[in-house]
């Protein structure tokens, strides 16, 4: 995938009406793609501190994040594209 077609997924909207995320979702997409807090927050550009206040539920991604986030749930081999 080209880094054009990221852009390109990042732009498309979110298949999710809410578009929030849950903090379970957060741990269960990192450990779904193997990746410990440090290598995921490293991937998506976020202090370790992020990934942990959004994994126990004290904080909520930033848009940023947050459409990163569905771009890995919807298509987890955009991972290879952010590292």
Request: glycine content about 4%; hydrophobic content about 45%; overall charge positive.
């Amino acid at each position: 995938m080209s880094l054009f077609q990221v852009f390109q997924l990042v732009r498309t909207p979110a298949s999710s009406s809410s578009g929030a995320m849950r903090a379970r979702d957060v741990v269960d997409l990192r450990r779904s793609l193997g990746l410990t807090q440090r290598t995921f927050a490293r991937m998506l550009n976020v202090s370790i501190k992020s990934v942990q206040s959004w994994e126990q539920g004290s904080r909520q991604p930033s848009q940023a994040a947050l459409r990163l986030l569905q771009l890995l749930r919807e298509r987890p081999a955009a991972l290879a594209d952010l590292g």
